[in-house]
């Protein structure tokens, strides 16, 4: 069965420090996968997306990296802010199957002042 | 940009109500999807569409139904509404390329009472 698990499942921080949030995989045969930010009471917004090929992709202060060997990827937050306060999924697609998309359970972040 | 729109924000229902969710994506996305999200589970897949008139079941469809009579428009039906639907709902969308990014809507909370 194909699953997504993310690590923690929340986490407080003070803004300007740095975080970095676990996603680990069994979806086979992996497509891609990518990260979404979801703000409390909104829908996700695609934050990267990695292939199979790709180590590392950045986005602004966010830096997504895959180890497509160990199932294993991460999300680094540099110099956090408030406005990175919110939930952070992980969302692994297999080949094959309708481009449909396996779900982690998210970590919700808070930045505090 | 795709722009994933739904019908309500919050919604309000009472039990054995027939509720009507709406979803319209203006990218002419052959795809479209229904998710449920809740504390601790994540997003799950309720129904999914790949063309007009084709629909297909996820992982959660008991209780729900759906319509797809045109491209854009996608709706989820609460035949007779229980308290155990009280969630919030996203709808997605996404075009047939091999990486299948789906764009989400803002999401709708229905509360059952």
């Known amino acids: 069965k194909n699953q997504v698990e993310q690590s923690p499942q929340s986490l407080i921080i003070l803004e300007g420090k740095n975080c970095t949030l676990q996603?680990?995989?069994?979806?086979?045969?992996?497509?891609?996968l990518r990260w979404y930010k979801q703000d409390t009471g909104r829908g996700p917004v695609s934050l990267t997306i990695m292939t199979f090929s790709e180590n590392t992709k950045s986005n602004g202060r966010y830096t997504a990296t895959l180890d497509a060997d160990t199932k294993q990827s991460s999300l680094h937050i540099t110099a956090s802010q408030l406005s990175d306060s919110a939930s952070y999924i992980c969302v692994v697609i297999a080949w094959g199957a309708g481009n449909m998309l396996t779900f982690g359970g998210g970590t919700r972040l808070m930045v505090k002042p | 940009d795709v722009k994933v729109t739904q019908s309500s924000r919050y919604l309000v229902k009472r039990t054995g109500e027939k509720v009507f969710l709406e979803c319209v994506q203006d990218m002419d996305h052959e795809n479209m999807f229904w998710y449920r999200q809740d504390p601790g589970l994540g997003l799950r897949l309720i129904y999914f569409?790949?063309?007009?008139?084709?629909?297909e079941k996820g992982d959660i469809p008991e209780g729900y139904s759906v319509s797809r009579e045109k491209k854009e428009r996608f709706s989820l039906i609460l035949e007779s509404a229980s308290t155990n639907q009280t969630s919030m709902y996203l709808c997605?969308?996404?075009?047939?390329?091999?990486?299948?990014?789906?764009?989400f809507g803002p999401g709708t909370r229905l509360t059952v009472l």
């Open positions: 569409s790949y063309d007009v008139k084709m629909k």
């Open positions: 996603c680990n995989y069994t979806v086979s045969p992996f497509s891609n």
């Open positions: 997605a969308s996404s075009g047939g390329g091999a990486e299948g990014m789906q764009f």
